[in-house]
DNA sequence: CTAGGGTTAG
């Protein structure tokens, strides 16, 4: 008779089997020839192999044969589903428990509310949170964290910290869970806020909350707190695995260092796809479109496959840099060697790719006839921005006009159209533009930069005073833009509409957000340190323009990240060659 | 017998 528990054979050859579902179908065969066909156990394990398979069809299939499952059973089902992102059978498996009367527990609960936060699953997940109430597991420490990042995750960011404060022992996890709530909803500052905060109660962070705060970082182009969290790794000798060494990569990328993302890059034991991706992406940003290529190819060479994410990079990478040959070449290999089917995201690649190399017949006739169901608006408004850059009159206003018939309430698009009638002179259609978007109500989106002294970030809005320091940071504006008049800066005509109230638009050009951030950093930092700025939107040509001049009367390098890449200023040039 | 929080683009 076979002995039974973890020594039996037929445990040992589900082991053996491990997550594939061929040798695991083999093995279930055996286990009905030999009778082991209705051990509950071995049925268990059966299930979460076949979870870790991949293959929900056959979970599905197995339950639906299991004559008597209980409530480990379904723990186990439920655990693994949701963590194998089979959000919704994990759900539909919590409710046949509860029809099966067994009582969920705090594991069952973690599971299932994991499947809902990974759903977005607000009003399910209410019921189930009351579920957790009325089962007396309201205050388990693992319930409360899955509940935190439940509403964090369906944007209840209020309900969430609620819940955080209220928990009377908050561990690593909990901490975790909230500062990764702030940070995945794009508020790193609460984030890093919440981190410094839970520093000083002498909470020790892990190497999670190294991964979540350094994307805040990377979020913010916090490059001091970076550093700082850097040091803590080696300090602590926390293993720097793939998720923690990307983490660092895209910090350090994003932060204007790709030197030392590269040293990360070149340090780590085991890379995957992700880690090369943020590579490729960060090279991309800096403009260094030949290094992104090539670590593209090495990729292959070292067997790694790229996926859609990582064609995103690369082609972005070579549109920034001008590569058009390379682009072309790799978008084509897409589908020919990798079998990857190119998406929008691609699409708009190609076409800003052509559209900056100022073959726009090219980006045209790639929509037309490469994109074969109705373009998406993203696609137009590459195509747009390069009409805007090569002052292409005709096609723009055309392509914007399409634009608007698709999104009439998409700001952005007015205030492109606005720009290039202003480029043509017609003041006219300006000014008729700049009224639909009044009487439509549509406001532009408000432009904000961010600059890091001391590990800590500041803010700066379009004409802020909000600053303590407001006085002497904008005369300070003020006496630096005179010298620069005074080197040669002429600054750009002010019909070009950048704002929409009247107001505003005096203002505008003077005391944009990252000339506000520059004056700030010049005053704050010692002689011969970079100044770093992030900025939300892209820069306008005005602020590009002087930034050059700032670099050079200040004898300053600038790093400006805006909305898509990195600009360098040094010595009155800068890296992105004034196309961006 | 199990648990909660983590990386890449635009």
């Known amino acids: 008779m076979e002995q039974k528990g973890h020594h039996s054979p037929s445990y040992q050859a589900l082991i ?33 192999l076949a979870c870790a398979a991949g293959s929900i069809a056959y979970v599905r299939r197995l339950f639906f044969f299991i004559p008597n499952p209980d409530a480990f059973l379904f723990d186990t089902l439920i655990k693994q589903t949701s963590k194998f992102s089979f959000s919704i ?17 705090n594991y069952t609960f973690t599971a299932v509310i994991k499947s809902c936060a990974d759903l977005s699953a607000l009003k399910l997940g209410r019921v189930i949170h009351t579920h957790v109430f009325v089962r007396g597991y309201g205050l388990d420490v693992h319930v409360q964290a899955a509940l935190v990042s439940f509403y964090a995750k369906s944007c209840n960011l209020s309900v969430a910290r609620k819940l955080f404060d209220k928990m009377p022992e908050k561990t690593v996890v909990s901490w975790n869970s909230m500062i990764s709530g702030y940070e995945q909803n794009g508020f790193a500052k609460e984030a890093t806020g919440l981190f410094y905060l839970m520093r000083d109660l002498s909470v020790k962070p892990d ?11 990377a979020q913010l182009g916090a490059i001091g707190l970076g550093r700082w969290v850097h040091e803590y790794i080696v300090a602590q000798a926390l293993d720097v695995n793939v998720v923690l060494g990307t983490s660092l990569i895209n910090m350090y990328a994003r932060c204007g260092q790709v030197g030392k993302a590269r040293e990360v890059f070149d340090s ?10 943020a590579m490729i992406s960060g090279y991309g940003m800096h403009g260094y479109g030949t290094q992104a290529v090539e670590l ?29 040959h390379e682009g072309r070449q790799i978008f084509k290999s897409m589908r020919q060697e990798y079998g990857l089917m190119p998406v929008v995201e691609h699409h708009v690649c190609m076409v800003d790719m052509f559209g900056r190399a100022g073959l726009l017949n090219e980006a045209y006739v790639f929509i037309k006839e490469v994109i074969r169901e109705r373009p998406a608006p993203a696609v137009w408004t590459a195509m747009l921005g390069a009409c805007k850059m090569h002052k292409n009159f005709d096609m723009g206003v055309e392509v914007a006009e399409h634009l608007l018939s ?22 006219d259609h300006v000014e008729m533009v700049r009224n639909i978007m009044i009487r439509k109500s549509l406001k532009k989106q408000v432009g904000y930069s961010t600059i890091e002294v001391d590990q800590r970030t500041y803010l700066f809005s379009m004409g802020d005073k909000s600053h303590p320091d ?17 080197a040669g800066y002429v600054p750009e005509s002010e019909w070009v509409m950048h704002e929409v109230e009247e107001e505003e638009r005096e203002y505008a050009l003077r005391y944009h957000s990252e000339k506000l951030a520059i004056a700030f950093g010049l005053l704050r930092s010692s002689h011969g340190m970079t100044i770093r700025i992030v900025k939300n939107l892209r ?31 040094k010595g009155g040039s800068c890296s992105c060659l004034d196309y961006w």
């Open 470 to 486: 407001t006085h002497e940071i904008f005369q300070y504006l003020d006496e630096l833009m005179s010298r620069c008049r005074e």
């Open 207 to 217: 190497s999670t909350t190294c991964v979540i705060v350094l994307s805040a970082c």
């Open 268 to 277: 780590m034991t085991e890379i995957n796809v992700v880690a090369w991706t």
């Open 539 to 569: 820069m306008c040509e005005d602020c590009h323009s002087a930034i050059k001049f700032i670099s050079v009367i200040t004898n300053r390098e600038i790093i400006v990240r805006d909305k898509l890449r990195f600009h360098h200023f």
């Open 406 to 427: 698709v999104e009439p309430e998409n700001p952005g698009h007015y205030v492109m159209l606005s720009n290039i009638y202003a480029l043509a002179g017609r003041m």
């Open 89 to 105: 059978d994990s759900l539909l498996f919590y409710r046949r428990m509860i029809l099966s009367k067994f009582s969920p527990s």
């Open 296 to 324: 593209f190819h090495q990729m292959r060479v070292h067997g790694r496959r790229p996926n859609s994410v990582t064609f995103v990079a690369v082609l972005s990478a070579c549109a920034h840099a001008g590569l058009v």
């Open 16 to 48: 053996k089997a491990g997550p594939r579902l061929k040798p695991l179908q083999q093995v279930q065969a055996r286990l009905v020839v030999s009778g082991f066909g209705r051990s509950r156990s071995l049925l268990t394990k059966l299930l979460s």
